[in-house]
């Protein structure tokens, strides 16, 4: 007796799809809809853990970017927002916040006196360092249902994907 896999709710939208409007094809959902789907569990996933670092996924994204940096963990907010990979908006609230919690500080460029820099903390840095490990962790259990070959077939089909479309949303 062999035992069918459990199946998602895109699995269920496809096949409703196919029945209702046989003239479409659906298939494209069943990447997009599990691409989007996963993205908002996994996300509410980090939201949950971060929070007890009393973190934001922006906030975080913050910290990150400037560990990434290596010492002296420092950069321009503008280097910073496109690093975190957030609005220039969103990067000011997130500065402010990261700063009145003592995990950044605001100083001047040592490259352009006009301008000002943002670097990590004593405090920012052991929490960034503590934070990343978790991070790290958690996403590899959220992928611990496929192989480390299907993890890496996986990475290398969406940074095709990605790159093939990360230019539509400069």
């Given at each position: 007796?062999s035992?069918?896999?459990?199946q ?6 496809v ?34 853990w ?31 927002y ?7 908006g ?24 006009r ?30 249902a ?5 993890q ?6 969406l940074s ?11």
């Amino acid at each position: 007796m062999s035992r069918q896999p459990a199946q998602d709710a895109v699995a269920l939208f496809v096949a409703q799809w196919r029945a209702l409007r046989p003239e479409l094809e659906p298939a494209p959902t069943e990447v997009i809809g599990r691409v989007s789907r996963l993205a908002r569990i996994f996300q509410r996933r980090a939201d949950t853990w971060l929070a007890e670092f009393d973190l934001t996924w922006e906030t975080f994204a913050v910290l990150g970017a400037l560990l990434r940096q290596g010492a002296p963990y420092r950069l321009t907010p503008t280097a910073l927002y496109r690093q975190a990979l957030l609005t220039s908006g969103a990067i000011t609230n997130r500065i402010a916040r990261a700063e009145a919690m003592g995990w950044v500080a605001r100083e001047p460029d040592p490259d352009d006196a006009r301008s000002s820099a943002v670097r990590l903390t004593p405090k920012g840095l052991k929490l960034a360092n503590r934070v990343i490990e978790r991070h790290f962790a958690e996403q590899a259990g959220l992928l611990a249902a496929l192989s480390k070959a299907e993890q890496a077939q996986l990475a290398k089909l969406l940074s095709r994907l990605a790159a093939a479309h990360e230019t539509d949303t400069a």
